[in-house]
């Protein structure tokens, strides 16, 4: 997997500097990424010692669930002094901002979904981003003559390697109304091809490990698992099972006992697993 997708299905927001008045001090932030159901905390005190864990525990003290009786979901620690919420119902994630906002060190701010992305199939690899997206535009123009290009996002986010070494499949970040004009009409052209397009899933698998929401280059785990036959003594490539034609077998699927339905790869979108965690990843992103 490109380490460039990273960016793809990293939801977090940005830490924002701050300083408290007298200690010139920074200061921990809480970021509500979605106005209705979840939040990400984030500690600001960068190269320090706090960790997601202090952030947590001001959470705690700071919601304190035995006297507010607010309801969370559930709660998980990320990358850079990260913790993210999630509540069922629009009402408690407020009870929990209105917490927050109680405490003069907790800063929160409502954050926007993310843009969805686009795939572009076989496009030839000498092309520059900057191109993609200027041939893109001109030469498919018919598709968005109504929309004000001026006030929409289109970008290159990454690229996937193609079998043909030649050609790469660009990732494109789209706002929703040109996502959709391209998805509905299949197939885009750029200098002298017309390729097929499809969405992309913002899911980020580890090519390592081979879980959900991180990359290879972050994954904590000292050896790779297969993706085909979920063993720790050898990557895809030299799979002897593979090689032999043998049924594959999903780690995920494995060891989250759903050991029937496990003969596919770690990278089907057959994957139970996968389904699972691609719906959580979608519901952040804004297709309309």
């Not at 499809?198 to 785990?221: I, N, R």
């Not at 063993?231 to 006992?257: I, L, V, Y």
């Amino acid at each position: 997997m490109d380490l460039a997708t990273r960016e793809a299905n990293e939801l977090l927001l940005k830490g924002k500097e701050a300083l408290e008045s007298a200690g010139n001090m920074k200061r921990e932030a809480a970021e509500i990424t979605n106005p209705t159901t979840e939040s990400h905390v984030d500690s600001l005190l960068k190269g320090q010692t706090h960790t997601g864990e202090h952030v947590l525990q001001i959470i705690r003290e700071a919601i304190d669930t035995k006297k507010s009786g607010a309801k969370v979901e559930r709660v998980r620690k990320a990358r850079n002094q990260k913790v993210i919420l999630k509540c069922s119902t629009k009402e408690d994630m407020e009870a929990i901002q209105n917490k927050m906002r109680s405490r003069k060190e907790i800063k929160v701010e409502a954050a926007k979904a993310a843009n969805p992305l686009l795939i572009m199939k076989g496009v030839m690899a000498y092309h520059k981003d900057a191109d993609i997206i200027e041939n893109v535009l001109a030469q498919n123009k018919h598709l968005v003559k109504d929309i004000n290009l001026k006030e929409v996002t289109i970008r290159v986010r990454y690229r996937k390697r193609a079998r043909n070494q030649l050609q790469c499949h660009p990732v494109l970040e789209l706002s929703p109304s040109v996502h959709k004009r391209f998805l509905e009409a299949g197939k885009l052209y750029i200098d002298l091809q017309k390729v097929a397009v499809y969405d992309q899933s913002p899911l980020v698998q580890c090519a390592k490990c081979l879980g959900f929401g991180h990359t290879k280059a972050v994954c904590g785990e000292k050896t790779a698992t297969c993706s085909y036959c979920a063993d720790k003594t050898h990557e895809w490539e030299k799979c002897p099972r593979r090689k032999q034609n043998e049924e594959p077998k999903c780690k995920n699927c494995w060891e989250n006992g759903i050991k029937t339905e496990a003969n596919h790869e770690a990278f089907s979108n057959k994957c139970k697993v996968r389904q699972k965690w691609d719906e959580i990843a979608r519901s952040r992103i804004a297709y309309c």
